[in-house]
């Protein structure tokens, strides 16, 4: 699968480094003798997944990232989970707690299950149970759980609870022991309740919780394996699990806390500490909020928002400027029409956007359909090399005889789709409008094309919205179809099956906004709309539902600059949500109600002061901004390219 | 959930099938009375409300239209969940639209809340000469399951405000103001006491 390379051997050193330093708890000595300290020669990859995360606490600078592989050695599999080294900045993390969570080289024989989690919001991840101890959730950056499942299937028996589709018992699943797993309360579940639930006495008291000695921890594995001798297997295993959550609440409880449809959590960061009596309130409530019987203040009292919204954004953004015109655009091109600096370019094109006429030519840069350094000349040869490669493509589905389609199911399925939506995409505007329009059936061609381009992908709801204004803007089938393919480069996760893509931006909107406006925050939580998933629409299809044509074209190329942040979109949301603070808080408004508030904003929204403001709080959250943006969240390229598409399709396992 | 408050009831009711089905068409005519012949397709959900008389009291219906494409199923609990009703969406011109219209009934009969009061739609009928699924054949399969069945056009209004009306005679008028146990989903524990909107 994978070659071993350079940075393997790196990680290699610290394996070597951490195994000298004594084998922690989570360690599986007895392993031993089936492995050297290094990968041994014989070993085979046979799975590798980087950004890897555990997060061991709220903080998103304390989350550590590590390279996932199965190894292959003779008939055993083994899995092993090595962070990287000296990636994070933060000092709090020693070496030793890095030492404490790698995972080395653990055999599947001793492994009972795997519970999958593909949660609506938040990131696809595992629990992995060996010998009645949970391992922290390991979060799958880059996608690729089911991959995961379905290369350990190909090594060692694995079988679904049939209880639970997400829970998969490893070996000795005919084993009674391992059968009542699955009607258990595994980890995974018992994560997604509420900390009370966790079940430790003690858990009010976070300092208990932060003690992760490794004496700690071997103590409690020693109890679990006396336990295990115990009478009842299935309240027993219940038992270990819960004790072992109860000492490993940090966690379990951080875990919650990163399910944002969770309630209740203890998510105070030491910022909102100094912050309004709200979020104090909130502090002490805190136990409380998932019982319904939250109590609701009679009068509506509408926190401040933190920021003086206002200020700050005369103070930050800047004044928005008349778009780029022609002469200006010359100015920016040499003899030859390079683009002698492309981040001057940028950041104007940012600050005003273009001129309609002069779109054309400047979003061929800014997709990335032409390079900025590349000459007049060169770009005439690009087009026309790409024009047939174009066509090459199309005449795969237009060489499709009705006889092969009837046995062609994934493509009549595909039309089908492509068909319904191109009928009903802005059709109001009058490049769209009427009936047998050509332009319709441009963008017809170019979906049905793309879904051959990128078969794993495919079409999806939505796409239809992304391509109506590149081609209305291009006017050409071809450099619109690689335009539309350069631009889904970034937002193609948006339509993962998974919904990973739109998951992490979700996420990481929530992350932002509990920087930026913690009463916001804290509101959002108290009625259970963390998953922000009124927003959806807006990631999803960057807003074009929301502004009249001209407004969207606008956006756009002001997003595409990638300047001040590529996720400028994010603040953006927070922009307008912050706008309409006191009216979502004021009256209350729930999730059902939310929606619909969010939904009828659609032409509603000013833009130019909402993208003053979303500079501002760009620039004003700075690198801690940044950091909660987990690394690769579209629309980063991500790290790694054959990540990008997992298989869309369902049965895998 | 339903809920009662003096003559008052609100139901949250979701519409679930296949995309084009007409979905949002049918929630538009009920809603507004309009219909778009290029009604675009829905990203995400939408929300909306309407009250309707039924005898001598109200039902105020809190309605979700989703997203048809299979790629948005997952997200589909979300919406459904304490759901006290939901018409389930079929083209009567697509048979690939029926079969997707049974497997949504299949997932609320195994997900959804065990009173939900279930309508199936077969929409466009005003495209008869296109028709694919006969009405005997959705009637059969309706009975068999417990739903009722109307074919509907949100482009003549036909039927349309009759399966909501019938929808709200149906509904029960007590209801556990809580929801029933098993109802939670795996991976979305906190969300009941949300969407049930109820204890008001
Ligand atoms: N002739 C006819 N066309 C209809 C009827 N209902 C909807 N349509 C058309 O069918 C297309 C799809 O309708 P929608 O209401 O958008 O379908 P939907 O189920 O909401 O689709 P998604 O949002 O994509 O899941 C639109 O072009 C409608 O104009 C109907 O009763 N008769
Ligand atoms: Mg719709």
Known sequence: MHETDIHDLSDDADYAAASKQGSSSMTRTDSSKQRSSNDPKDAEIVYLKDNVTIHPTQYAAERISGRLKLVKQGSSLFMTWIPYKGQSSNTRLSARDKNLYTIRALPFSDIQSIRRHTPTIGWQYVIVVSSGLAFPPLYFYSGGVREFLATIKQHVLIVRSSEDANLFLVNNFQDPLQRTLSSLELPGSLANRTPSSLGSPSDGNLENNHILEDGQLRSVQQNNKQRQKSHDPARDISIQVLEKFSLVTRFARETTSQLFRESLVDGHGPTEKRRTNWASKDHQSQEMVSNDVEIVPKRVHVPSDPLEFDKLSLVWGQPRQHPLGLQEWSSFLDSEGRIVDPDALKKRIFYGGVEHNLRKEVWTFLLGYYSYDSTYAEREYVVSVKRSEYETIKTQWQSISPEQAKRFTKFRERKGLIDKDVVRTDRSLSFYEGDDNANVRHMHDILLTYSFYNFDLGYCQGMSDLLSPILFILKDESEAFWCFVSLLERLGPNFNRDQSGMHSQLFALSKLVELLDSPLHNYFKQNDCLNYFFCFRWILIQFKREFENEKTLRLWEVLWTHYPSEHLHLYICIAILKRHRSKIMGEQMDFDTLLKFINELSGQIDLDPVLREAEALCVYAGENGAASIPPGTPPSLPIQDSSMYHQQDDEVL | ?200
């Open chain 2, 1 to 200: 959930m339903a809920t009662i408050g003096h003559n008052n009831l609100n139901a949250k009711l979701v519409l679930l099938g296949d995309m084009g089905a007409g979905k949002s068409s049918l929630v538009l005519r009920f809603v507004k009375g309009q219909f778009l012949e290029f009604q675009e397709s829905t990203i995400g959900a939408a929300f909306f409300s309407q009250t309707l008389a039924v005898n001598d009291a109200t039902v105020k219906f809190e309605i979700w239209d989703t997203a048809g494409q299979e790629r948005y199923h997952s997200l589909a609990p979300m919406y459904y969940r304490g759901a006290a009703a939901a018409i389930i969406v079929y083209d009567i011109t697509s048979a690939d639209s029926f079969t997707r219209a049974k497997k949504w009934v299949q997932e609320l009969q195994k997900q959804g809340n065990p009173n939900m009061v279930m309508a199936l739609a077969g929409n466009k009928a005003d495209l008869e000469e296109k028709r694919k699924v006969t009405a005997e054949e959705a009637r059969a399969y309706a009975d068999e399951n417990g739903l009722f069945f109307m074919e509907t056009s949100a482009k003549t209004a036909a039927n349309v405000n009759d399966v909501f009306h019938e929808i709200a005679k149906r509904l029960p008028r007590a209801q556990p103001t809580q929801n029933p146990a098993g109802m939670v989903l795996v991976d979305r524990p906190a969300e009941g006491a949300r969407a049930a909107s109820c204890c008001s």
